[in-house]
């Protein structure tokens, strides 16, 4: 079955360090996302792809980046790790104006 | 600016029974809006879209309504099961800004036996 997995699930990291979430699905899906969900907060996108080499800053970009060399995968880097980016990070994919899937999410811990 | 907020923040309701959630939005020009539900730990899962055109939808035990005039809908959970306790999130779709997504904070919600 097509499917759109997330690793790590857990991470915990230290302030500074880089950080790389991978996310990749299955379904051929030409757009894919990144969210971050924090309590009281709806899903905040935080950048998007379109495609391959496709990439978008959503509302919430600073002190993230993504890359798309490829349909299946857009993995999310924080550059330099910050407190206030502890969060649960959501992936997921879609056709056009289509349903999103979404992954089972990584929940991020910088300490 | 394109919101969507939704009521009550949170609900607790018993076994069997009915609920409404509600979901206010200013998001224009409006494209479509989801209603979504997510189990805790998990990504959201798609209940119900709905178009400009649309009044009433309805999946299961689920049924989404729309006014557009008035930019609100609801989501009405009927016979509540204890495995209906979950966060419903309205999603509204913009037609600017390449169909960007416009995300509520979620109604949750936990059913007691």
């Known amino acids: 079955d097509a499917e759109i997995t997330q690793s790590p699930r857990h991470k915990i990291t230290e302030t500074g360090r880089q950080v790389t979430l991978a996310c990749h699905q299955t379904?051929?899906?030409?757009?894919m996302f990144w969210y971050r969900q924090d309590l009281g907060h709806g899903l905040r996108l935080i950048h998007y792809?379109?495609?391959?080499?496709?990439?978008n800053k959503g509302e919430v970009s600073d002190g993230y980046s993504v890359s798309r060399s490829n349909t299946e995968d857009l993995p999310l880097t924080l550059e330099s790790a910050a407190s206030s980016q502890t969060s649960v990070y959501f992936c997921?994919?879609?056709?056009?104006?289509?349903?999103?899937?979404f992954g089972q999410g990584t929940r991020l811990t910088v300490v | 600016k394109n919101q969507v907020e939704q009521s009550p923040q949170s609900l607790i309701i018993l076994e069997g029974k009915n609920c409404t959630l509600q979901?206010?939005?200013?998001?224009?020009?409006?494209?479509?809006l989801r209603w979504y539900k997510q189990d805790t730990g998990r990504g959201p899962v798609s209940l119900t879209i709905?178009?400009?055109s649309e009044n009433t939808k309805s999946n299961g035990r689920y049924t989404a309504t729309l006014d557009a005039d008035t930019k609100q809908s609801s989501l009405h959970i009927t016979a509540s099961q204890l495995s209906d306790s979950a966060s419903y999130i309205c999603?509204?779709?913009?037609?600017?800004?390449?169909?960007?997504?416009?995300w509520g904070a979620g109604t949750k919600l936990i059913i007691k036996p």
């Open positions: 997921a994919s879609s056709v056009g104006q289509g349903q999103a899937f």
């Open positions: 999603v509204v779709t913009s037609l600017d800004s390449n169909y960007q997504l416009i």
């Open positions: 379904w051929n899906h030409n757009n």
């Open positions: 792809s379109y495609g391959v080499q496709d990439t």
């Open positions: 979901c206010n939005y200013t998001v224009s020009p409006f494209s479509n």
């Open positions: 709905m178009t400009f």
